[in-house]
């Protein structure tokens, strides 16, 4: 069982459609959470970024983690096409030896 | 300000050849990773530097990989000789010290093609 796992889509959804994209691990030692967006042949880039559990916002953006069911959310409103890309959640438990994890992306088509 | 430079951005090479790939950090960023991308797959670290030691290199295959970072800035991420599997992206990224917190800026990779 790996130590992150990820829906891997692909997801396909209308323009306007609120999107969830979801995460779920197995180490409690987590503590760091990120959401990586990575468009076709780029490098990732960091899009949300979360220490311990709680919800936090960014614009159309909102990232939410349970610490106690070991589930991070990613949901995005009011979607937009150029919001296409594939969606990497990534973890760490934050100490300056600590590896980061990623999931295996999830692929994200949003529909005009 | 710059991002993280990654060169080449292709390369296809025949199995058993050498090859290279390139980074340059940004500026003031001491960390570096080297991190293997497969398709439909998220980076796997390779390598982790704190400026010109390597801190990580546990999944470095080192019968064929190797890197340095000379003088703590620009990398190089080797392969010798190549093998049909190597064919995938190499990422760069960098950050701050540390950098067990999660926040890498990614250069745009190497995707690279074994024939």
């Known amino acids: 069982q790996k130590e992150v796992e990820q829906d891997p889509g692909p997801l396909s959804v209308p323009e306007g459609a609120i999107v969830s994209l979801n995460c779920t691990y197995s180490?409690?030692?987590?503590?760091?959470f990120m959401w990586y967006r990575q468009y076709s042949r780029k490098g990732p880039e960091l899009l949300m970024y979360?220490?311990?559990?709680g919800n936090k916002e960014d614009g159309r953006f909102t990232a939410q983690v349970d610490k106690s069911s070991k589930y991070i959310s990613l949901f995005i409103r009011d979607s937009q096409p150029s919001d296409s890309a594939t969606y990497l959640c990534?973890?760490?438990?934050?100490?300056?030896?600590?590896?980061?994890?990623f999931g295996s992306g999830t692929r994200l088509s949003i529909r005009p | 300000e710059a991002g993280v430079v990654q060169s080449p951005r292709y390369k296809i090479i025949e199995k058993k050849q050498p090859v290279a790939f390139w980074c340059n950090p940004i500026?003031?960023?001491?960390?570096l990773y080297w991190y293997l991308q497969n398709l439909g797959q998220g980076p796997e670290l390779l390598i982790r530097?704190?400026?010109?030691?390597?801190?990580?290199d546990s999944q470095l295959p080192k019968d064929r990989f190797s890197a340095e970072r000379l003088k703590g800035v620009d990398s190089t991420l080797k392969i010798q000789p190549a093998e049909l599997g190597d064919s995938a992206v190499y990422l760069c990224?960098?950050?701050?010290?540390?950098?067990?917190?999660?926040?890498?800026?990614f250069g745009e990779g190497s995707r690279l093609t074994v024939l």
């Open positions: 500026s003031g960023h001491n960390t």
């Open positions: 990224a960098s950050s701050l010290p540390g950098g067990g917190t999660g926040e890498l800026f």
């Open positions: 180490n409690s030692a987590f503590q760091y």
């Open positions: 530097y704190e400026n010109e030691e390597a801190v990580d």
């Open positions: 990534a973890m760490s438990s934050g100490s300056s030896a600590s590896k980061i994890i």
């Open positions: 979360t220490y311990s559990s």
